[in-house]
């Protein structure tokens, strides 16, 4: 029987390794999909690359990638020994820059 934390037979998304779409892409669009469903909030830290790796079972270059990724999108800033935040929400892309 899988479990997440104390929920019983609810399977984590994660990445799909047959899908086209590039990894660490996958990785940013799960994020993302955080983000705009308010499970992230302004100013929260997202995931680190350590449990990213850990949670997806991906190279730590690919979660360096996705983080670059939603960094350049404009989705999160990253404060040096501090972390990797959700960015203020004028910074994000429009719906079609994403």
């Known amino acids: ?12 998304v994660t990445v799909d390794r047959f899908d086209p779409t590039p990894i660490y ?5 799960l994020v993302i999909a955080d983000i705009r469903a308010g499970k992230l909030q ?4 997202i995931p680190s690359e350590s449990q990213m ?3 997806h079972g991906v190279a730590r270059d690919t979660a360096r990638q ?7 999108q404009g989705w ?6 501090r972390g990797t ?7 994000w892309p429009t719906s079609s820059d994403s």
């Open 1 to 12: 029987m899988s479990s997440v934390g104390d929920v019983v037979n609810v399977r984590k």
């Open 25 to 29: 892409r996958q990785l940013a669009e």
């Open 42 to 45: 302004v100013r929260d830290q």
């Open 53 to 55: 790796v850990q949670e």
């Open 66 to 72: 996705a983080v670059e990724y939603l960094r350049g």
């Open 76 to 81: 999160v800033f990253t404060l040096p020994q």
């Open 85 to 91: 935040f959700v960015s203020p929400r004028e910074q």
